[in-house]
């Protein structure tokens, strides 16, 4: 970060002290004060939930000029664009309005009944998922199809197993725009798409899982050691 955008940042900060008086806790998600740069970014807080690998954070994105809203479930972090803010008023304004109704949210599945954008994919009816188990090879079951979660650009993350050790973990997202699922790996957080899980029906996807899911964990495993 250009030390004069870090300069103007912190003066900013210390002629409005706009974010002197957070909540010390949100729905179980405890406050971190951060106020430091990280490449491109200065970070300004955040509340985190350890237990449930999930946080919240707020910074301000010096490549876009923008105040922004991170949010992470297990390994995958994406935007909340209704955070978006050009000023630092209207960004607080935002946190003070939505802040805490995102967080709670972040715990919360996408309900696969209410939900309309996924209701007609059955993800609770779909037995497959049940004969998983819970632990692979080191990487837990995190996220199953009958609580998926909600992310960013119309994907949900319907199969997660994670090894926050490693930080790494291997995922199965749903796509409502493309209607279609893929299959993603992180290792050591550096993403890696695999072609193996490309499906359109759930059907197929249960075919191409049962096929490759374990070996395609225990490759990730390797990887994850070896690099």
């Known amino acids: 970060m250009k030390i004069d955008t870090k300069n103007k940042i912190l003066a900013e900060l210390e002629s409005t002290k706009i974010f002197d008086n957070l909540r010390e806790e949100i729905a179980g998600y405890k406050l971190k004060k951060i106020?430091?740069?990280?490449?491109?970014?200065?970070f300004y807080f955040s509340y985190d939930n350890e237990e449930s690998h999930r946080s919240f954070a707020a910074y301000f994105h010096e490549e876009t000029q923008e105040y922004?809203?991170?949010?992470?479930?297990?390994?995958?972090?994406?935007?909340?664009?209704?955070?978006f803010s050009n000023?630092?008023?209207?960004?607080a304004k935002i946190l003070n309005d939505e802040m805490q109704n995102s967080i709670e949210n972040l715990s919360a599945p996408a309900n696969t009944v209410t939900d309309l954008l996924i209701a007609d994919k059955k993800f609770d009816a779909w037995e497959y998922p049940k004969t998983l188990p819970a632990?692979?090879?080191?990487?837990?079951?995190?996220?199953?199809?009958?609580?998926?979660?909600?992310?960013?650009?119309?994907?949900?993350?319907?199969?997660?197993?994670?090894n926050f050790a490693t930080n790494s973990d291997f995922t199965i997202f749903y796509?409502?725009?493309?209607?279609n699922f893929c299959?993603?790996?992180?290792?050591n957080f550096?993403?890696?798409?695999?072609y193996?899980?490309?499906?359109?029906?759930?059907?197929?996807?249960?075919?191409k899982l049962k096929k490759n899911l374990a070996a395609e964990i225990s490759n990730i495993k390797i990887s994850a050691i070896t690099n």
């Not at 106020?35 to 200065?42: C, L, P, Q, S």
């Not at 922004?68 to 955070?83: D, P």
């Open 35 to 42: 106020f430091a740069e990280d490449g491109d970014k200065f």
């Open 175 to 179: 796509n409502v725009y493309t209607e």
């Open 68 to 83: 922004k809203v991170r949010v992470k479930i297990g390994l995958t972090e994406f935007c909340l664009t209704k955070f």
């Open 190 to 194: 550096l993403p890696n798409v695999s």
């Open 87 to 91: 000023t630092l008023e209207t960004f």
């Open 183 to 187: 299959g993603e790996s992180k290792i």
């Open 135 to 162: 632990n692979i090879e080191g990487f837990q079951l995190f996220i199953t199809p009958d609580k998926p979660a909600k992310i960013s650009n119309g994907s949900y993350i319907i199969l997660n197993y994670s």
């Open 196 to 207: 193996l899980f490309d499906a359109e029906t759930l059907k197929d996807l249960e075919s």
